[in-house]
């Protein structure tokens, strides 16, 4: 079906509620939505703070936030059909919360409009609806929460993570949030000396099973901003722990398009610009009930790969790869594997890179085009969490006077002096002196 046919068959998705009830030290979270009369979606979490828990006397207060989580779970649900109208039924949004809102799903869902080639605009995508006796949620419904020493680190099981915890800690008190634990996140916590699941807080997300469904029958799918979600549950976080502070470790290089020219960027809910939004809207709508900052924003993915070279502790266990998560290995086949290689041979010796990988990548010849996709000889870099192409650029000029020999390395000096000959080369590569 296209996106036409599925707009004019399913012209209405409508955000029902939502329930929620704590259990013991737990919260457990179900959302409803719909789509007409036969299509229904009920996904559920379940939150698990452990010896963080410090929960408000009144669990009431906790359901601005929930509703507001309700907001961007629905993205996951909506663009199956895009509906031209989302009815919203717990509460109502101003006039300014909608136009954030509109500016998050367009650019938000950016890499989903251009893969399924949808032709629309930020005033067509969509419309809000509410009924008439809906009311908004007053800013003073929120809890504010005090800075104190602690501070919530994500936990990806990436490099970057790693980065941001180790340098945290010393000087604060670091809590570690997981989402859908799976080997390398919890494996990063353990080396980190986080071994006891109740020192860590644990989101189990579940989609709602319908949704698999309708994407097997044909519904549109793709890529939804994750970051964005994980920026609205870490209010809830802040609401029952305390914690104010939640440091991401989303670096300078989320800020480059994926597209280049465009504002189609995988990385939007990573990037300056929405974290900036994101802080804006906590304070003008949330009575400042979290403070929600990248502690990497400052650096580059080289120096980030410098720093994270320095806890080898972490090279068995840490995993960044989507396609080999479930299983949790480098499937050292994608993009995510490959730039992760690329940035970090400059500071780790060869024989390690191989244990850490299982093989050489540097020497897979086949992976040529997913270089010239991350350096920029293609017109598009992968829709994937990479570093820019100026810093995979930097990365290979160190490599090819350490390991001329290897053959993406030979590859990438040939097709350097090819687009030399067309004085092409410093269009495409931005390389600095």
Not at 183 to 194: K, L, P
């Amino acid at each position: 079906m296209t996106f036409d046919e599925l707009r004019a068959q399913h012209p209405v998705f409508t955000y029902e509620g939502y329930d929620y009830s704590r259990e013991g030290n737990n919260l457990r979270i179900r959302f409803r939505y719909c789509i007409g009369d036969h299509i229904r979606f009920e996904p559920k979490m379940l939150l698990k703070p452990g010896r963080h828990a410090r929960f408000p006397e009144e669990l009431r207060t906790l359901e601005g936030i929930i509703f507001h989580i309700g907001m961007i779970e629905l993205i996951s649900y909506w663009k199956c059909t895009c509906s031209p109208v989302i009815r919203i039924l717990p509460h109502r949004l101003n006039a300014d919360q909608q136009e954030w809102w509109r500016k998050l799903f367009w650019l938000g869902l950016g890499e989903f409009r251009y893969t399924n080639n949808l032709h629309t605009s930020p005033t067509d995508f969509f419309d809000f609806e509410f009924p008439e006796d809906a009311v908004e949620i007053p800013t003073s419904a929120y809890l504010h929460v005090e800075p104190d020493n602690r501070v919530i680190v994500p936990i990806g099981g990436g490099k970057d993570s790693v980065v941001t915890l180790e340098e945290l800690r010393t000087s604060r008190e670091v809590v570690p949030f997981i989402i859908n634990p799976r080997g390398a996140t919890i494996e990063c916590a353990r080396v980190a000396g986080f071994a006891s699941a109740d020192d860590i807080i644990i989101l189990q997300r579940e989609i709602s099973p319908r949704l698999f469904e309708l994407n097997k029958e044909g519904y549109l799918n793709g890529h939804t901003p994750f970051s964005a979600m994980l920026a609205f549950y870490t209010t809830l976080l802040s609401a029952v722990t305390g914690i104010r502070d939640v440091a991401l470790s989303n670096e300078s290089s989320a800020n480059e398009p994926t597209i280049p020219g465009t504002q189609i960027n995988h990385q939007y809910s990573k990037s300056l610009e929405f974290e900036l939004d994101f802080r804006d809207y906590v304070d003008l709508f949330m009575n400042s009930c979290n403070h929600y900052y990248s502690y990497l924003r400052k650096l580059t993915e080289l120096q980030i790969a410098e720093r994270f070279a320095q806890h080898p502790q972490y090279f068995p266990v840490f995993k960044s790869c989507n396609v080999g998560s479930k299983e949790d290995k480098w499937c050292c086949h994608c993009p995510k594997c490959l730039f992760a290689y690329v940035i970090l041979s400059p500071f780790i010796d060869d024989s390690t890179m191989v244990r850490i990988f299982g093989e050489d990548l540097l020497d897979k010849a086949e992976l040529a085009p997913t270089l010239d996709e991350l350096d920029g000889m293609s017109k598009t870099k992968p829709f994937e969490c990479v570093g820019t192409i100026r810093e995979v650029n930097q990365a290979m000029r160190r490599l090819c006077n350490t390991r001329p020999d290897k053959a993406l390395v030979k590859h990438y000096i040939n097709k350097s002096l090819e687009m030399l000959e067309d004085n092409m080369l410093e269009e495409y590569f931005n390389m600095a002196p």
